[in-house]
């Protein structure tokens, strides 16, 4: 596991650190995971497909975190994980194509979680360091 | 996010002073005894603070209120306004939960004559109101053009739909409607908010049934129809998922917009424009239109409540059941205020922080002009809360602003571990309160600990001159999210 929570006194605060840029983006959909199933495993059973643009790493988290936490709202879908098909990764523009794989919010194998209101802007920090990636993100509850 | 060095100057046993510093264009004013003060410590809240001191145009203090906590962008409990001609808006702010604000009813009961049903009424409150993460209703499904007359007249339109009467609107913060532009307010935040009316949502969000178990000023707590041992419903809940969207909308246009006109930000999440601007006015109109949306939702909650008691107790009681008052603690608003002898219109921002105009203040309802707004703040679900009113000391110092809540004082995560190994619902209804929740998640993040001593939070303003202190509630039930 990549991803960890980090002490906020009334938000969720969390951190990834990858190898790659495509497994920061791996490792955000299990962060949401944990956030909307709780500690609980998620099934792959359908997809929702993505395909973001983006002018930087920072923009291109926040909008996927963003499309997965408004399934989840709108919809009630769970994430499990993330299917790349394609990713133009920096210094070029950005963009990601591909599928959020999961399934339907099932109270009885999942444990429903205190509501995100959003992926917040507050020390949103996306970088490139000499282990690969690093990621800072604030969920507002 | 931008860390300086933070020097803090004590200036009576309540105010503390953070000297305006580098690029800060006035001090900070914290209100705060030393124990909460204390609690601070490890907290960015104070560095937000000083962010906030940064932005062009601001008039007074960057204040903060004894609640205060690490936000985004804006602490929570953080009061800051801006000159209308040279100042700006920003909807962090205000926050995602825009008009999230808190509303007390009054029931003819006393605490005896609801015990014996108190079960039924968590239970039947628990079904009447939906709760948790994405909660909605299927007796109430807006049209666009339904959805558009709830967000150019708010309470209103409830009241109008025959959810209410017309005796609430005078009770509630500007009536219950603000000057809304439902067109500045995107699809998809509308197919966010289109069935989620009436319900309650998650977090900190709650109904809670309580009684009146302490009265500090007789002739205001008379007024108010809070007399001791009367059975009250306190509903906490905002504009739900349409009003987190019209925030994140206009997030991603005003960080366009704070560099379109040379703002410079010490956070992103301050992202703001200059109120005579096209984004600003913008972003007010829908701002205002999801102002309108939550006074819409928490006056259906009312219906609700209300529909619960007479289901319970008969329909005398639900007849009988009035508002005591609504008030939003997240919101920017236009504002008139004497500033260095001067009458200056200013947009304040309250983030978790709650009006108080004082007696005699024209915006209130004549009901209220002799003993001045009433203020309500809710504490954690083991404890109390509190009725209070507003003061001249608000209204000079704080730009009639005072506190929210009790303020957390422990991370999410250091609670659900704390709460753990415990039974969370038990240990309450040990001690005589009822929970009914959506997720023991929820519970467990908001158990008692998780929160300052909100009798604490609210002494510090009632001494500060910025709140009066009325009653004090002590709960019976809780629903949450």
């Known amino acids: ?141 | 996010m931008k860390e300086a060095r933070v020097t803090v100057e004590q200036v009576d046993s309540f105010r503390w002073r953070v000297p305006r510093a580098g690029g800060m264009r006035t001090d900070g004013l914290i209100f705060a005894d030393a124990e909460l003060m204390h609690d601070l410590e490890g907290d960015q809240c104070i560095q937000q603070v000083i962010n906030v001191a940064h932005l062009p145009g601001i008039v007074g203090p960057s204040i903060a209120m004894p609640d205060i906590h690490w936000g985004y962008g804006f602490p929570i409990g953080g009061v800051a306004a801006f000159d209308e001609h040279e100042g700006v808006v920003s909807p962090g702010g205000v926050g995602y939960d825009i008009n999230c604000g808190v509303r007390l009813l009054r029931t003819p009961l006393v605490v005896d004559q609801a015990r014996p049903g108190l079960r039924q009424l968590a239970d039947t409150l628990y079904r009447q109101i939906p709760s948790g993460v994405g909660a909605s209703r299927s007796d109430v499904r807006l049209s666009v053009k339904e959805l558009d007359r709830v967000l150019a007249r708010g309470a209103e339109w409830a009241v109008a739909e025959g959810y209410g009467t017309e005796r609430d609107l005078e009770c509630i913060e500007a009536g219950g409607r603000l000057d809304g532009d439902p067109d500045a307010v995107s699809h998809h935040a509308r197919e966010r908010g289109k069935n989620q009316l009436g319900t309650v949502g998650s977090g900190n969000h709650f109904v809670e049934v309580g009684y009146v178990s302490e009265v500090y000023d007789q002739t205001a707590a008379q007024r108010l129809g809070l007399l001791p041992n009367t059975v009250t419903v306190f509903i906490h809940s905002g504009s739900r998922g349409l009003g987190y969207q019209v925030c994140d909308d206009y997030l991603d246009r005003m960080v366009r917009a704070a560099a379109k006109y040379g703002i410079e930000l010490p956070d992103q999440q301050l992202c703001c424009a200059p109120l005579t601007s096209p984004e600003a006015k913008a972003y007010l109109g829908a701002m205002n239109a999801a102002a309108n949306y939550a006074f819409a939702n928490r006056q259906l909650m009312s219906h609700y409540v209300r529909r619960s008691l007479a289901e319970v107790f008969g329909p005398g009681v639900s007849d009988a059941t009035d508002l005591v008052y609504d008030v939003c603690h997240n919101i920017a608003k236009f504002e008139t205020h004497q500033v260095a002898g001067e009458q200056r219109r200013l947009c304040v921002h309250r983030k978790g922080a709650t009006r108080a105009f004082p007696p005699g203040h024209p915006e209130l309802h004549p009901r209220f002009r002799d003993i001045g707004q009433p203020v309500l703040i809710p504490g954690d679900m083991g404890r109390y809360s509190f009725v209070l009113v507003g003061t001249p000391g608000a209204f000079t110092e704080t730009f009639g602003s005072t506190c929210h809540g009790a303020g957390r004082r422990m991370s999410r995560h250091q609670a659900k571990k704390l709460a753990r190994s415990r039974n969370i619902p038990r240990e309450l209804e040990e001690r005589g309160i009822l929970v009914r929740a959506a997720s023991r998640a929820t519970v467990d993040e908001e158990i008692p600990e998780a929160y300052k001593d909100v009798a604490r939070v609210v002494d510090v303003v009632h001494a500060a001159g910025i709140g009066r202190k009325v009653v004090k509630l002590t709960p019976l039930a809780v629903v949450k999210g």
């Open chain 1, 1 to 141: 596991m990549t991803y960890r929570f980090l002490p906020h006194t009334a938000d969720i605060r969390a951190s990834i650190e990858a190898s790659t840029f495509r497994g920061m983006l791996e490792d955000l959909v299990q962060v949401l995971r944990e956030l909307t199933a709780g500690d609980r495993p998620v099934q792959a059973r359908t997809g929702r497909l993505i395909a973001i643009q983006a002018p930087d790493p920072a923009e291109l988290l926040l909008a996927l975190s963003r499309e997965i936490l408004d399934a989840y709202q709108l919809d009630g879908f769970v994430p499990a994980r993330l299917e790349i098909d394609t990713l133009a990764q920096p210094p070029g523009p950005l963009s990601l194509r591909g599928r959020v794989m999961g399934e339907p919010f099932d109270p009885a194998r999942h444990e429903t979680q205190p509501e995100i209101k959003a992926t917040t802007r507050h020390g949103l920090v996306v970088e490139r360091n000499a282990q690969g990636w690093r990621a800072e993100l604030l969920f507002d509850v």
